[in-house]
């Protein structure tokens, strides 16, 4: 029984990775394939996972997991996310996101002099703009609009601006991220914590690490393909921006907000606590008010307000969805005794968990290379870290953290991702080109991040 449940786990494995690679529905396949490994592991006389209420028939239990999963997951890190996608889509509409790029980008035209230099120095400003806009595409079509214009007028060829420009989508990082909140949910933390005692510490440093990487790399190639600062951008259009510029605040408020009222830092007595929904609805509704007094119409701010019910629906189509289908998948691989083989296998390598973790690490990066999704990969196998730590008695959080870290690296080298192939044509260049740009660097990235947590 034990070799053909290890056997169906591997097809099963194989099968959702080419549906995925294919383009198929994510959350179709993720549900579908996990309900098939539950009905099998029934078949065989296996136990399903743990659940809140059983219905007293194996059948129906496996529907009613769905229920509980999507109870749980959209009563909680589900609402979280939904609001976050609400923020960001009332963001966009008032043009604030657009007012946050353009101030965050704008020290950039004092580096006309190095301009290889100037485009390292896009990673980390983009990365803190990917905090507040935390959507790889959209944040690379802002970058385009913005930055890109900027550098090939300095003579950086296009493929060196582009890749840049999705290197600061590598780290999926802070409270309003999909990923961070699915990760610290995972290992019982508090997003905001979860960001600023484990996600920062990590990846200040290996931001360093790829401005200096990107630097050299693009130099390096641009010369070899004989570019030598020749190349000039003579039709970029200036990015225009029509709100006021101090709506650049409004983007990054709830992550003050957060930070100012997280207990890390405890500065009010008695304690005041802040939660991401409830700082989200707040900057909401200020970004209404503003709206209000900066264009004197009350219908048309109350009729903003289904923008934000729009994102938080399209979120929950896309994101919650996901997070609930990847789950069952993880259940069904439980189901069959995945983890208990993963542990058994790795203790007769010798691996322990520092081993495992760096696998699964490796696994989820070339995952999201070959689906051209971190959410999938991530969402797909992040659920499985805290019975593996259980098993196998390691640090959780560092598990989690640097497959979640992996996931978005692994997206940027893909060639079939959403802001490989949106910058990519904007640009006029391949996106096989881009990818193969960003190999080398993210690859050094993955490789730091290992010598980085064995060393603190």
């Given at each position: 029984?034990?070799?053909?449940?290890?056997?169906?786990?591997?097809?099963?494995?194989?099968?959702?990775?080419?549906?995925?690679?294919?383009?198929?529905?994510?959350?179709?396949?993720?549900?579908?394939?996990?309900?098939?490994?539950?009905?099998?592991?029934?078949?065989?006389?296996?136990?399903?996972?743990?659940?809140?209420?059983?219905?007293?028939?194996?059948?129906?239990?496996?529907?009613?997991?769905?229920?509980?999963?999507?109870?749980?997951?959209?009563?909680?890190?589900?609402?979280?996310?939904?609001?976050?996608?609400?923020?960001?889509?009332?963001?966009?509409?008032?043009?604030?996101?657009?007012?946050?790029?353009?101030?965050?980008?704008?020290?950039?035209?004092y580096l006309r002099k190095t301009p290889?230099?100037?485009?390292?120095?896009?990673?980390?400003?983009?990365?803190?703009?990917?905090?507040?806009?935390?959507?790889?595409?959209?944040?690379?079509?802002?970058?385009?609009?913005?930055?890109?214009?900027?550098?090939?007028?300095?003579?950086?060829?296009?493929?060196?601006?582009?890749?840049?420009?999705?290197?600061?989508?590598?780290?999926?990082?802070?409270?309003?991220?999909?990923?961070?909140?699915?990760?610290?949910?995972?290992?019982?933390?508090?997003?905001?914590?979860?960001?600023?005692?484990?996600?920062?510490?990590?990846?200040?440093?290996?931001?360093?690490?790829?401005?200096?990487?990107?630097?050299?790399?693009?130099?390096?190639?641009?010369?070899?393909?004989?570019?030598?600062?020749?190349?000039?951008?003579?039709?970029?259009?200036?990015?225009?921006?029509?709100a006021p510029l101090y709506y650049a605040?409004?983007?990054?408020?709830?992550?003050?907000?957060?930070?100012?009222?997280?207990?890390?830092?405890?500065?009010?007595?008695?304690?005041?606590?802040?939660?991401?929904?409830?700082?989200?609805?707040?900057?909401?509704?200020?970004?209404?008010?503003?709206?209000?007094?900066?264009?004197?119409?009350?219908?048309?701010?109350?009729?903003?307000?289904?923008?934000?019910?729009?994102?938080?629906?399209?979120?929950?189509?896309?994101?919650?969805?996901?997070?609930?289908?990847?789950?069952?998948?993880?259940?069904?691989?439980?189901?069959?005794?995945?983890?208990?083989?993963?542990?058994?296998?790795?203790?007769?390598?010798?691996?322990?968990?520092?081993?495992?973790?760096?696998?699964?690490?490796?696994?989820?990066?070339?995952?999201?290379m070959l689906m051209g999704s971190g959410?999938?990969?991530?969402?797909?196998?992040?659920?499985?870290?805290?019975?593996?730590?259980?098993?196998?008695?390691?640090?959780?959080?560092?598990?989690?953290?640097?497959?979640?870290?992996?996931?978005?690296?692994?997206?940027?080298?893909?060639?079939?991702?959403?802001?490989?192939?949106?910058?990519?044509?904007?640009?006029?260049?391949?996106?096989?080109?881009?990818?193969?740009?960003?190999?080398?660097?993210?690859?050094?990235?993955?490789?730091?991040?290992?010598?980085?947590?064995?060393?603190?």
């Amino acid at each position: 029984m034990t070799i053909l449940s290890v056997v169906i786990t591997i097809v099963m494995i194989g099968i959702v990775a080419y549906l995925l690679t294919k383009k198929y529905n994510p959350q179709a396949v993720l549900l579908f394939s996990g309900l098939i490994m539950m009905a099998v592991a029934l078949l065989m006389g296996y136990d399903l996972p743990e659940m809140k209420k059983s219905t007293g028939l194996g059948a129906f239990d496996l529907f009613a997991m769905i229920t509980e999963t999507l109870s749980d997951k959209g009563s909680k890190v589900g609402l979280m996310i939904m609001t976050i996608g609400g923020f960001v889509a009332y963001m966009r509409h008032i043009g604030a996101s657009d007012a946050l790029v353009y101030v965050s980008t704008k020290p950039l035209t004092y580096l006309r002099k190095t301009p290889y230099l100037a485009a390292s120095c896009v990673i980390p400003i983009g990365q803190f703009l990917f905090m507040s806009t935390p959507s790889a595409t959209g944040l690379g079509l802002l970058l385009m609009a913005s930055i890109f214009p900027v550098l090939t007028k300095l003579g950086i060829s296009k493929v060196s601006v582009v890749s840049v420009i999705t290197a600061c989508t590598v780290f999926d990082l802070g409270p309003a991220s999909a990923n961070t909140a699915q990760a610290s949910h995972q290992v019982e933390l508090e997003a905001v914590d979860y960001f600023l005692h484990h996600q920062l510490p990590l990846t200040i440093p290996l931001t360093i690490v790829l401005m200096i990487v990107y630097f050299f790399v693009n130099k390096y190639y641009d010369k070899k393909e004989g570019h030598f600062d020749k190349e000039k951008q003579e039709d970029g259009e200036s990015f225009k921006v029509t709100a006021p510029l101090y709506y650049a605040l409004l983007p990054v408020m709830p992550l003050l907000l957060l930070m100012i009222f997280s207990p890390t830092f405890d500065l009010f007595e008695p304690p005041v606590t802040l939660d991401t929904t409830t700082a989200m609805l707040a900057c909401t509704l200020l970004g209404m008010v503003l709206e209000l007094i900066r264009k004197r119409d009350l219908k048309d701010m109350m009729s903003s307000m289904k923008i934000f019910w729009e994102g938080m629906g399209r979120v929950f189509a896309s994101v919650v969805t996901l997070i609930v289908c990847a789950q069952m998948f993880s259940k069904g691989l439980i189901s069959l005794g995945f983890i208990d083989h993963l542990v058994d296998a790795s203790q007769g390598a010798g691996f322990g968990f520092e081993g495992v973790s760096i696998l699964m690490t490796t696994l989820i990066f070339l995952a999201s290379m070959l689906m051209g999704s971190g959410n999938d990969s991530f969402f797909s196998f992040g659920p499985l870290v805290p019975h593996i730590a259980a098993q196998l008695g390691g640090n959780k959080i560092g598990m989690i953290l640097s497959m979640q870290l992996a996931s978005s690296m692994g997206r940027a080298t893909s060639p079939i991702a959403g802001v490989i192939i949106a910058t990519s044509e904007l640009a006029g260049i391949s996106s096989f080109d881009l990818a193969k740009r960003n190999l080398i660097p993210l690859t050094v990235g993955l490789i730091s991040m290992f010598i980085l947590k064995s060393v603190f």
